[in-house]
């Protein structure tokens, strides 16, 4: 028996990096999915044809979850699509990195818009279903600089921080309802994000990684499944570091 049949997961920033492997993954465990993605239709559809070869029912949107409309109009025809939703994973996210002595306001509010409101914005779009379903389980992709803070990411340090504050209040605000809400705290991911960072950052980054080397998209997305999963549903409010000992 497939852990997530008979399941629909949403999953934001669903079309490429960790996003993609937890939608395959989630897949491969039986739920149908929806993935939200910013731009890129090329790599939604592939990632769509990918799903829908494992035998689920899978879905792309354009919708950019900084933006409340929007993601409120995509909730609405996503349940309309899937009649129900029963997981959701806020994992779109971007960086604009650079000190903060020269950070401008405009990088400042598109990563707190994107990675932080865009959390607000979906878990609102689904909240009421939640509820009436008295079922639900959220997961939302922080990262060990919210727990760390990283010189050069201020902005997004202080969004992923937030995103655990947005998951522990959350969770006390719908435990009783019978759902969950998590945060995954991934270090180094090997991912289009983290490509273009220079040699030398990488070989740093590397040497304090205790398991000596890159997360790939699928050990992160091996933890969503089981915070979706049956075998964690009395886990809630919790910060899953999966970092290789990163940020121990
Ligand atoms: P990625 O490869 O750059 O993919 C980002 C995904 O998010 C894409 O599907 C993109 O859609 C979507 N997206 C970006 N902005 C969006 C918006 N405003 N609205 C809707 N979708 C949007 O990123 P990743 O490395 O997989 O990272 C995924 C998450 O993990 C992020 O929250 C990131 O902060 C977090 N994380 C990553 C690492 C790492 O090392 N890579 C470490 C810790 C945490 P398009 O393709 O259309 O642009």
């Known amino acids: 028996m497939k852990t997530l049949s ?13 996003g993609r492997a937890i939608a395959l993954k989630m897949a491969s465990e039986g739920a149908n999915i929806a993935i939200l993605y910013a731009g890129n239709k090329e790599a ?3 990632t769509v044809s990918e799903l829908l070869n494992l ?9 950019d979850v900084a933006d409340a409309d929007a993601t409120s109009a995509i ?23 650079g000190f903060l002595r ?32 008295r079922e639900g389980r959220i997961i939302n992709i922080s990262s060990v600089v919210g ?9 997004y340090s202080a969004a992923k921080a937030g995103l655990i504050g947005l ?11 019978n759902i969950t809400c998590n945060a995954i705290a991934p270090g180094f991911v090997e991912t289009d994000m983290t490509a273009s960072l220079p040699e030398k950052v990488r070989e740093e980054t590397l040497s304090s990684i205790p398991l000596k080397r890159m997360a790939q998209p699928e050990d992160i997305a091996d933890a969503a499944v089981f915070l979706a999963g049956p075998h964690a549903s009395y886990i809630t ?6 970092d290789g000992g990163m940020c121990m």
């Open 6 to 18: 008979g399941k629909t997961a949403v999953i934001t920033g669903g079309s490429r990096g960790i």
């Open 44 to 46: 939604a559809q592939k």
């Open 55 to 63: 035998n689920v029912k899978a879905q792309a949107y354009q919708c």
């Open 75 to 97: 909730c609405k025809e996503i349940l309309n699509d899937f009649s129900s939703v029963q997981i959701l994973v806020n994992n779109a996210g971007i960086t604009r990195d």
């Open 102 to 133: 020269r950070m401008k306001e405009e990088d400042l509010d598109a990563v707190l818009n994107t990675n932080l409101k865009g959390a607000f914005h979906m878990i609102e779009g689904f909240y009421g279903t939640f509820l009436r379903a």
């Open 147 to 155: 727990l760390s803070g990283n010189g050069g990411q201020t902005n």
């Open 167 to 177: 998951t522990k209040s959350i969770a006390k605000e719908l435990g009783s309802r």
């Open 237 to 242: 409010g919790v910060v899953l570091r999966v």
